[in-house]
């Protein structure tokens, strides 16, 4: 598949709203994350950031723009919206939200609701030193070409497949990865040649929905 058969903008704006996705909201410990498009000489791209080396957790590992929701937030989307802003400068009004994907449960037991928005494409970004090494763009064609994706079974709670596009010097995996490939597969319809869950572990799709706030407990 080629963006040119996947459709436009607006065809992901559509597909986004048309979504009926269950939400769990029985969980306290929650994060938000956005996945923002922007159109840069006409070609939709996927904006990431790089952590910082010194942070205590997933330090230089690279992410969407997001965090931990704070008390004060009245929502999962202004939780996004604060975070963002922080993180890369990237003001609430240059963001247009599209739609919500599927939640998913962090390494360390966060309930993360991954927002889509295509964001202004005049936005510098101003990386906050203390949090984000670096700001960078990757087409969104790269992710279709299943040569540039690798995967590896591990076993942490249970088994399960790590996924990895290698774009430059930059890795990305993890979390971050499969909220690429799910956004491919409900933005523009992409079915992946390669399996993105364990056949030996459980749906992380599903895990999430029924998420409690305690880590899975494999069935013996």
Not at 141 to 161: A, G
């Amino acid at each position: 598949m080629t963006l040119a058969d996947s459709g436009s903008l607006e065809q992901i704006r559509s597909r986004l709203c048309n979504l009926n996705l269950p939400l769990n909201s029985k969980v306290k410990k929650r994060a938000s994350v956005l996945i923002p498009l922007r159109q840069i000489d006409g070609e939709l791209h996927l904006l990431f950031t790089q952590r910082a080396s010194h942070l205590n957790s997933h330090s230089g590992q690279v992410s969407f723009p997001g965090g931990k929701q704070d008390p004060q937030d009245r929502s999962a989307l202004e939780t996004v919206l604060r975070e963002c802003e922080e993180e890369i400068g990237l003001a609430p009004e240059q963001v247009e939200c599209l739609g919500q994907i599927d939640q998913i449960i962090s390494l360390y037991h966060y309930l993360v609701t991954p927002f889509v928005a295509i964001i202004a494409s005049d936005f510098i970004s101003r990386p906050n030193s203390d949090e984000i090494n670096a700001v960078f763009e990757v087409p969104l064609s790269f992710f279709l070409n299943p040569t540039h994706h690798t995967s590896e079974e591990i076993s942490y709670e249970y088994p399960r497949l790590s996924h990895h596009f290698l774009f430059g010097n930059y890795d990305i995996w993890g979390m971050t990865a499969k909220l690429v490939i799910r956004f491919l597969e409900l933005g523009i319809g992409y079915v992946p040649e390669y399996p993105i869950h364990h056949h030996k572990g459980p749906n992380w799709l599903r895990l999430a929905q029924r998420f409690t706030g305690q880590p899975h407990k494999p069935s013996q």
